[in-house]
C-alpha cells in the first residue's frame, strides 16, 4: 500500500536553514494531511496539519504547503535548529474513514 | 496538557502468549485507535473504536487481535496467540470527533515476541 510516499528517507540541513521535506500521496479521496515529528522508541507527535480546502497552513517556524493537482505535500521548516533533527511522518486520512495512512518518514538532521 | 498514556512500556512474551496492551486515551476524546510499526516499516493502522464498537480494522488485525474499553479510561489491544511476526513497537491514538481531525499519540509499548 502506496498511497503515501516520502521519496527522501533522509536529509540534512544546516541550523539556521530552511528544511523541506516532501511527500505524495495517490488517493485523491484524502482531505486531511497531518506531518508528525518522531523520535526512536517514542509516539509520534503531532506538528501540523492541512485540511484539502486550504493550500498552506502555518505555525511559528512550520508552514505545510498542499498542491491537490499534484497531490503534494511539503513541510517547510525555517529557521532549523538541532532540535528538529529527528524523523518526520507525512500521514493523510479521508473523509470516510479516520485511519490515518503514514508514508515511510524521512529523518532529518540539523547540523550545528 | 492531556496527553495519551500507554503501559507497558516494554513487554517481552513467549511465541504462543496471550498479551495485552493498555492505552488511556485523552479523556474527553471519543474515537480511539491503535497502530503499529515494525522496526524499519511504516506506521500500520491496526483498528478503529468508538462507542464500544470496532468501525474499520485492517487485514493484519485478524482474530487473534481483539479491543475493548472494559471501562470509562482503559482502552485495550489483546494479542490472543502471539507471533514472532508481532514483534513491534504499537502506538495508541485518539481524537475527539474522529473523521477530519488530529490524532494524538501515546508514548507505544515495544513488543517482541520471542
Known amino acids: 500500500d502506496q498511497q503515501v510516499k516520502q521519496n527522501s528517507p533522509s536529509l540534512s540541513v544546516q541550523e539556521g536553514r530552511i528544511s523541506i521535506l516532501n511527500c505524495d500521496y495517490t488517493?485523491?479521496?484524502?482531505?486531511?494531511f497531518l506531518w508528525y515529528k518522531k523520535y526512536p522508541a517514542e509516539g509520534p507527535t503531532f506538528l501540523i496539519s492541512?485540511?484539502?480546502?486550504?493550500d498552506k497552513n502555518e505555525d511559528g517556524r512550520f508552514t505545510v504547503f498542499l498542491n491537490k493537482s499534484a497531490k503534494h505535500l511539503s513541510l517547510h521548516i525555517v529557521p532549523s535548529q538541532p532540535g528538529d533533527s529527528a524523523v518526520y511522518f507525512c500521514a493523510a486520512s479521508d473523509s470516510n474513514t479516520g485511519k490515518l495512512i503514514f508514508g515511510q518518514g524521512t529523518t532529518l538532521q540539523v547540523k550545528p | 496538557e492531556p496527553e495519551v498514556t500507554q503501559t507497558p512500556s516494554h513487554q517481552v512474551t513467549q511465541m504462543g502468549q496471550e498479551v495485552i496492551l493498555r492505552c488511556v486515551p485523552i479523556s474527553n476524546h471519543l474515537y480511539f485507535y491503535w497502530y503499529r510499526q515494525i522496526l524499519g516499516q511504516k506506521v500500520e493502522f491496526l483498528v478503529s473504536?468508538?462507542?464500544?464498537?470496532?468501525?474499520?480494522k485492517s487485514e493484519i488485525f485478524d482474530d487473534q487481535f481483539s479491543v475493548e474499553r472494559p471501562d470509562g479510561s482503559n482502552f485495550t489491544l489483546k494479542i490472543r496467540s502471539t507471533k514472532l511476526e508481532d514483534s513491534a513497537m504499537y502506538f495508541c491514538?485518539?481524537?475527539?470527533?474522529?473523521?477530519?481531525?488530529?490524532?494524538?499519540f501515546g508514548p507505544g509499548t515495544r513488543l517482541l515476541v520471542l
Open positions: 488517493n485523491s479521496m484524502f482531505d486531511y
Open positions: 492541512i485540511s484539502s480546502i486550504k
Open positions: 473504536f468508538y462507542n464500544n464498537e470496532i468501525s474499520e
Open positions: 491514538a485518539s481524537t475527539i470527533q474522529g473523521r477530519g481531525e488530529t490524532q494524538y
